[in-house]
């Protein structure tokens, strides 16, 4: 076991499936205990916790919508009492679906930016009231925020208000000696992925040098050294875990 975290309470949003499931799991495999956050499945949310468990890790599974403030402010204030502080927080939930500008409603636009951009705004808030000194903040964005892609304005501009929270904020806490990054996904092999079809897995695929997806271990990998105190040095930087993904 990786003592890289050993000691450190996490809290890992949208952490019941895909990357942010890899995210638990590798952050309790470091030595954090682990909170998971979760919005509807339960089920999922214990599988992960078991699953941290059975390999000798610590988690828990907390529930609520990254999208509602008060309940925000409630997992951190659970989280502190129960656990007696936070050290690690990581926003990684999120939502996604491709939309041409012409077609995109008012409800779409206000759950996406709900979601991805008002919530996690709040979300961060909350980890500058609680993070002890020493802190990590990591919050997962998309390589998409650099590219030019049909349908997903929407999608790539929520994400791209969270990098540039990512930027005051570091700036902010830094007499604290909490850092604040962002990690930029490429296509990776998660259930949202393939929502979108295979031929979208397949054009994603294409579009890095070596021709496949990447891993929801290897996004977890990233976070993991950003985490640790090796990262120390390192804030207010977007850090691109995208195998070299590229229009063109």
């Not at 949003?13 to 499931?21: A, E, N, P, Q, V």
């Not at 916790?49 to 951190?76: C, E, H, M, P, T």
């Not at 700036?171 to 998660?190: H, K, M, Q, W, Y």
Request: net charge neutral; aromatic share 6%; glycine share 10%.
């Amino acid at each position: 076991m990786s003592t890289s975290s050993q000691n450190k309470v996490a809290i890992v949003t949208g952490g019941s499936r895909g990357i942010g499931r890899a995210i638990a799991e590798r952050l309790a495999r470091d030595g954090a205990t682990v909170v998971i956050n979760y919005a509807q499945n339960h089920q999922k949310a214990e599988e992960t916790v078991a699953a941290i468990k059975a390999r000798g890790g610590q988690a828990l599974a907390k529930q609520g919508d990254s999208a509602n403030i008060a309940d925000v402010r409630r997992l951190f204030e659970q989280t502190a009492a129960e656990l007696g502080g936070v050290d690690i927080v990581v926003a990684n939930a999120g939502v996604f679906w491709a939309v041409p500008t012409a077609e995109c409603t008012e409800e779409a636009y206000d759950r996406m930016f709900a979601i991805n951009t008002r919530g996690v705004f709040f979300l961060l808030q909350q980890a500058a009231r609680h993070l002890r000194p020493g802190g990590r903040v990591i919050c997962i964005s998309t390589a998409a925020t650099r590219m030019a892609m049909p349908g997903g304005g929407l999608y790539c501009a929520s994400k791209a208000a969270v990098e540039q929270f990512v930027r005051a904020l570091a700036v902010e806490l830094a007499p604290r000696g909490i850092t604040v990054n962002t990690i930029s996904p490429g296509f990776t092999d998660t259930d949202m992925l393939a929502a979108g079809g295979t031929e979208f897995q397949q054009y994603g695929a294409s579009l890095s040098p070596f021709k496949r997806l990447g891993t929801p271990t290897e996004i977890a990998s990233a976070v993991s050294f950003l985490a640790s105190s090796e990262a120390a040095w390192i804030t207010g930087q977007n850090i691109q875990v995208s195998g070299g993904v590229s229009m063109g």
